[in-house]
């Protein structure tokens, strides 16, 4: 949405708006109720999933947060929590582009210095498989692509 809205503030300028240029705010409006409570109900429930993440990885890798004799879940989950954060407020305001450019790319510097895309890229596919237990089918439309966005990005090796 803000990049919707910067772009066409920097195409229209001096003059008015299309309505094809403005039709992105009433595709936002029909979608905002839905973009809200799932906003909410990820707020509500950052722990739970964070937690069933964190036990899914577990699972399927127990030493993935071992490097050498030193256990990494504290910072994974400083790290997880930030990208969830950020990503529920991507999917408020729709705008993956603001997510992509804000932390993003930021962050995936960040991992593959520590050659973490393989944590990444499991993390956030379990994320997807976890968030199916708190959204709601019309929700999950919406957040997904945004989670896979961040599998994506912070999972890639080069």
Not at 92 to 111: T, V
Request: with cysteine; proline share 2%.
């Amino acid at each position: 949405m803000l990049t919707n809205v910067q772009a066409l503030v920097q195409v229209t300028d001096g003059r008015y708006a299309s309505d094809q240029e403005l039709m992105f705010f009433q595709q936002y409006l029909g979608s905002v109720s839905t973009r809200l409570r799932a906003y909410q109900k990820i707020q509500g429930a950052e722990q739970q999933i964070i937690s069933q993440v964190l036990t899914r990885l577990k699972v399927q890798k127990p030493d993935i947060f071992l490097v050498g004799s030193q256990d990494l879940a504290a910072k994974w989950q400083r790290d997880t929590v930030r990208v969830l954060r950020y990503s529920a407020t991507a999917l408020l305001l729709n705008d993956s582009e603001w997510l992509k450019d804000s932390l993003l790319m930021w962050f995936q510097s960040i991992m593959r210095a520590f050659g973490a895309q393989d944590s990444c890229n499991l993390t956030y596919t379990l994320m997807q498989e976890v968030m199916t237990q708190h959204l709601d089918p019309e929700e999950l439309r919406l957040f997904l692509p945004i989670l896979e966005l961040s599998r994506t990005l912070l999972g890639k090796s080069i």
